[in-house]
């Protein structure tokens, strides 16, 4: 392993970086996308006869968040519409018969962060005489749904640079050519402080116009007077922001709300009209991320024992599991066994369940050629969605299995592997300077990991709702740390350690320190 100093990092980074650094002024013109001006033309018809507008979101946070822009505009214009976000257990994933049959007379539909896949939903909309948009950035399957305009940078044709852009943003430059077309006096940048936390969430390459969009949503996000952001910042006691803090603290409390009881709730969180209002729908959500940790401790233990190690895709079948958590329990599955994974429950005789990929593998490429044992799917290439009949599964698995082990190995390769061995003496503010000036880090951009051998234990302790983090002090060649390790589940019984980490600047009532985040002990 290489021995690090602090100008062989700042190299290192800058090499990630070639291609420059895109400014939040260059961003490409919403028009760019295909069928973005007729979308944008269709609704201010709409508005114009005042016509009856619904907008159907996802209740993934992506989606919550998606939805909330769109009612913020709307809002804006002082227009009123209709929004749904499809309940998990009760309606399924996305526009369906369901969700319109609920919405009841209305002329325009709106989908954001979904509808790429609702060919059935599309088609009852058109003999209802429902003229259909979709705002999604799902891969497409290889028919499109007949829909009045489909905006969404990965279908043929679409002219837009950037394929790697989440729903949100989707539905952002949508509000950004709505502007333009009614002639509004908006400041696109008061949209940046929830965008940010769906491009965080949907793990979006942070290069290029994400990396511009989060920098800017991180600003945003610490000076925003958005009384749900208000709210958060109290929670969090902090002043400046990063993508590990929304990725971590802020994310999974509103993604739980979807998960086990209805997104509803982190989409009127997000909405709250003042920090009061704020408090109460933020208390709600803790108490569903609290039911999602206990339910995925649970389904993630279950899960374990329908694994086979030998196989290059792990397929984890169960019953009565709850499906708002099979994709995190799918999530630590591929962590733990460096393979890409899909955790599946029955209901009745139908299989539903998410899958989770990690490296160069494609797993909506995989999919896609399985396509014919499935029901449906969607997604993209490291997060899917699936359900399958009953008779369908074991096929299913022995030709996932087949297309995954003719892979090449190096495919399966974490990119955020350990840059190299680095001496506690080169940890100081300047090295945090260094790595801030490449954050954001996340998906494309990983966080610099960092390997230090033989390193004291000072002190450590549990903390955490179940003891299940570990706070350690740190010490090497005179040099002390503050360090945490989260999802810690094994006891510490040496009085030195190898660790793999990444250092920060924490700042806790007015006083900053540099902490060691460890990620694993060696």
């Not at 984890?316 to 599955?333: F, H, P």
Request: hydrophobic residues 45%; neutral net charge.
């Amino acid at each position: 392993m290489r021995k690090l100093t602090k100008d062989a990092i700042a190299r290192i980074l800058e090499e990630r970086f070639q291609e420059g650094f895109v400014k939040l002024s260059a961003i490409p013109k919403p028009n760019t996308f295909k069928d973005m001006e007729k979308a944008a033309k269709r609704i201010r018809q709409a508005i114009e006869k005042r016509e009856k507008i619904a907008v159907v979101g996802d209740y993934d946070v992506d989606g919550v968040v998606s939805t909330a822009l769109m009612e913020e505009f709307f809002s804006y214009i002082e227009y009123p519409i209709t929004t749904i976000i499809p309940n998990r257990f009760r309606h399924g994933y996305g526009l369906s018969a369901k969700v319109i049959d609920e919405l009841g007379d209305v002329d325009l539909i709106i989908t954001v962060d979904n509808g790429i896949s609702a060919y059935d939903a599309a088609a009852i909309c058109k003999e209802r005489d429902i003229d259909l948009i979709i705002a999604d950035h799902h891969t497409p399957g290889e028919k499109l749904p007949e829909a009045f305009a489909i905006v969404n940078p990965k279908q043929a044709s679409c002219t837009f640079p950037y394929k790697e852009i989440c729903g949100a943003q989707v539905a952002w430059f949508l509000i950004g050519q709505l502007k333009w077309e009614l002639g509004l006096d908006l400041d696109m940048r008061r949209f940046l402080d929830i965008l940010s936390i769906a491009i965080v969430a949907d793990v979006m390459p942070l290069r290029h116009i994400n990396r511009a969009l989060l920098q800017a949503g991180l600003q945003a996000f610490a000076r925003s007077k958005r009384p749900a952001i208000q709210f958060l910042r109290s929670v969090l006691k902090k002043h400046e922001f990063s993508s590990e803090d929304l990725g971590f603290s802020v994310a999974p409390v509103i993604n739980s709300a979807g998960r086990m009881e209805d997104a509803r709730l982190a989409l009127e969180f997000l909405r709250s009209a003042d920090f009061f209002t704020a408090s109460v729908y933020y208390a709600r959500l803790l108490a569903c991320n609290s039911q999602r940790k206990a339910e995925e401790r649970r389904v993630f233990k279950a899960s374990l024992e329908f694994v086979d190690e030998s196989k290059n895709v792990i397929v984890s079948v169960g019953e009565d599991w709850n499906e708002g958590v099979l994709g995190i329990v799918a999530a630590r599955l591929t962590t733990k066994f460096q393979k890409p994974s899909i955790v599946l429950t029955k209901k009745e005789n139908i299989y539903k369940g998410s899958g989770r990929s990690l490296g160069e593998v494609d797993l909506f490429a995989l999919l896609q050629k399985n396509a014919h044992f499935l029901e449906k799917f969607g997604g993209h290439k490291k997060a899917a969605g699936l359900s399958l009949h009953e008779e369908n599964l074991q096929e299913f698995q022995r030709g996932i299995e087949a297309a995954t082990a003719k892979l090449p190995k190096d495919a399966f390769v974490d990119e955020s592997n350990i840059m190299g061995e680095l001496p506690f003496s080169e940890i100081d503010w300047d090295l945090i300077d260094i790595l801030e000036r490449f954050a954001p880090y996340g998906e494309s951009n990983p966080m610099p990991r960092f390997a230090t051998m033989d390193v004291e234990v000072v002190e450590a302790r549990e903390v955490g709702e179940n003891g299940d983090h570990l706070l350690m002090t740190l010490r090497k060649d005179g040099r002390i740390f503050k360090a945490i390790k989260f999802k810690h589940d094994t006891k510490l019984t040496k009085s030195s350690i190898d660790i793999v980490y990444y250092p920060v600047k924490n700042i806790f009532n007015n006083s900053q320190y540099i902490q060691l985040f460890v990620t694993k002990l060696l």
